[in-house]
């Protein structure tokens, strides 16, 4: 199983500000998947295929990375963005996801 | 517009049997792979179980192998996950999802919560 370790587990950043979140593989994968979840609400897709925006996602979201490490970046943090990111990986069985990142507004 | 919508879930004892329905609508749900996703309380996402388009492939995670199955009616466009001899570690929100095998999930349901308590 490909474990994913996200980091960092909580963070916090003020509007404008730029904020990355991280995705190490303990495998080589060769694609890399994220997800926003809001308070309450289903997990929704952002990226797929490590940096391809889903549709209706802001241009602020992308995604990048290769082989054992990929990262989420938000260029300008916005109120709206405050929710927890996972990564997901489906290179091999079974998909895994990371243990998730919440991300807070200051 | 996509609709997954999720139902059978609630409160059932340990070792007893339930099973969950996902009806979906807006797309063609006959050319799709399907999971489940189940969410415990305050935790993470863990994969459960998917189906290919025609139910030709199955896969199972570990914690779930040999008392949960997933089946699907492409007539109904309806998944479904039978889940028997429950415990305690089932307790979640219990999310369908669209997507093929190797790749993202594409849709995701509203969730329906599965809880295994005495």
């Known amino acids: 199983e490909i474990v994913l370790t996200q980091s960092p587990t909580t963070t916090a950043a003020s509007p404008g500000e730029k904020v990355t979140i991280t995705c190490l593989a303990s495998?080589?994968?060769?694609?890399m998947y994220w997800y926003q979840q809001k308070s309450g609400a289903s997990p929704k897709l952002l990226i797929y295929?490590?940096?391809s925006l889903a549709s209706g996602v802001p241009d602020r979201f992308s995604g990048s990375g290769s082989g054992t490490s990929y990262s989420l970046t938000i260029n300008t943090m916005e109120a709206e963005d405050a929710a927890t990111y996972y990564c997901q990986q489906w290179s091999s069985n079974p998909l895994t996801f990371g243990s998730g990142t919440k991300l807070e507004i200051k | 517009e996509v609709q997954l919508v999720e139902s059978g879930g609630g409160l059932v004892q340990p070792g007893r049997s339930l099973k969950l329905s996902c009806v979906a609508s807006?797309?063609?749900?006959?050319?799709?792979?399907m999971n489940w996703i189940r969410q415990a309380p305050g935790k993470g996402l863990e994969w459960v179980a998917y189906?290919?388009?025609?139910?030709?492939?199955?896969y199972y995670a570990e914690t779930v192998k040999g008392r949960f199955t997933i089946s699907r009616d492409n007539a109904k466009n309806t998944l479904y996950l039978q889940m028997t001899s429950l415990r305690s570690e089932d307790t979640a929100l219990y999310y369908c999802a669209s997507g093929d095998y190797g790749y993202n999930l594409d849709y995701w349901g509203q969730g329906v919560m599965v809880t295994v308590s005495s």
């Open positions: 189906i290919s388009s025609g139910s030709s492939y199955i």
């Open positions: 295929s490590t940096s």
């Open positions: 495998s080589s994968v060769s694609n």
């Open positions: 807006g797309f063609t749900f006959s050319n799709y792979g």
